[in-house]
């Protein structure tokens, strides 16, 4: 489930080319994710690593992520004494 939210978010990833020479990524709807790197390719390895980055602060601070839900059984969460 996890994988296939990456491989869907990274398809709707825009690259643009900079006057620099550098490449810039960004994906849409999902703010403060993006990348800057010499090399499209490094461009969008370092994006795949912020976006994993991004889904994991959002989880471990109860925040949503757009399109994906972590179902949670709460029952199990109970400790019976």
């Given at each position: ?42 461009c ?22 757009p ?15």
């Amino acid at each position: 489930m996890l994988s296939e939210y990456l491989t869907k978010k990274l398809k709707e990833a825009r690259y643009k080319l900079l006057k620099d020479g550098s490449y810039f990524g960004e994906i849409p709807g999902l703010r403060g994710v993006w990348a800057n790197a010499k090399k499209l390719e490094d461009c969008r390895e370092e994006l795949q690593s912020a976006l994993e980055d991004w889904i994991l602060f959002h989880i471990k601070d109860g925040s949503p992520v757009p399109g994906f839900h972590i179902g949670v059984d709460r029952r199990k969460m109970v400790k019976h004494v």
